[in-house]
């Protein structure tokens, strides 16, 4: 199977957990749009979803599927999102689709966190991805020379401009041993909007794509 595949099986086996009647939390990134495809086919069911990005915005509703402004709910059963690294504490590396603010602040709302991600984004230690940090522009060089004392990297991630006006720094080499810690730290700097770091907030279930079918790992 093609790593698509894979994507394309979580993202359809997360349809087990949108329950009739509900808003549902969407995230950002080629594994969400597997999602979406499948929440269209329930969305004469669904109350509607809140999303995590103007991509996903753009996908939802052109399959017809009401998109709420998050100010105007204060329920989510569910929040379905991918991830670019997850280890067997359901903590993640996110943002790869620089989308990790608004994933973060919906994730944060919603009941419970259902990450979809095929087998190549599982790992024993965080940071063999590069760590996504959005900056405020003007703090890019004190947050990029404070990321350096924390041990990493870090590198502009050029042409990206996120959904919030802002930029992107990628971490590289870091060896995230203590993830709350790490996320609590970065997050402390003046200038940081957000770490995609989600180690406070892990995933509560995680829909593994693998060769041998869909794997579903339980906080
Ligand atoms: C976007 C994200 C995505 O969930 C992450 O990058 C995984 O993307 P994909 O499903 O395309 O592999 O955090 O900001």
Redesign the pocket.
């Known amino acids: 199977m093609t790593q698509d595949e894979l994507?394309k099986a979580v993202g359809w086996a997360a349809l087990q957990y949108v329950q009739p009647g509900t808003i549902v939390g969407v995230?950002?990134?080629?594994?969400?749009a597997h999602f979406i495809d499948a929440l269209a086919t329930m969305k004469h069911q669904i109350e509607g979803a809140v999303s995590s990005?103007e991509a996903s915005t753009l996908k939802l509703k052109s399959l017809g599927i009401p998109v709420f402004d998050l100010n105007d709910v204060d329920d989510i059963a569910v929040y379905v999102?991918?991830?670019?690294e997850i280890n067997p504490h359901m903590q993640m590396i996110?943002?790869?689709?620089?989308?990790?603010t608004r994933?973060k602040i919906v994730a944060a709302v919603a009941r419970k966190f259902i990450c979809i991600?095929d087998a190549s984004?599982e790992v024993d230690i965080l940071g063999r991805f590069p760590l996504?940090v959005e900056v405020i522009p003007m703090a890019r060089a004190y947050v990029a020379r404070e990321l350096v004392k924390l041990g990493g990297q870090p590198e502009y991630r050029q042409q990206v401009v996120t959904d919030n006006g802002n930029i992107i720094l990628d971490v590289h080499n870091l060896q995230i041993l203590d993830p709350v810690a790490m996320e609590k730290n970065i997050n402390a700097l003046a200038g940081v909007v957000t770490v995609?770091l989600f180690a406070t907030r892990g995933a509560d279930v995680a829909l593994i794509g693998t060769p041998d079918g869909v794997k579903t790992i339980l906080k």
Do not use: F, N, Q, V
């Open positions: 994507k995230g950002t990134g080629s594994t969400a990005s999102d991918g991830a670019d996110k943002g790869g689709g620089a989308a990790l994933e991600a984004k996504p995609g």
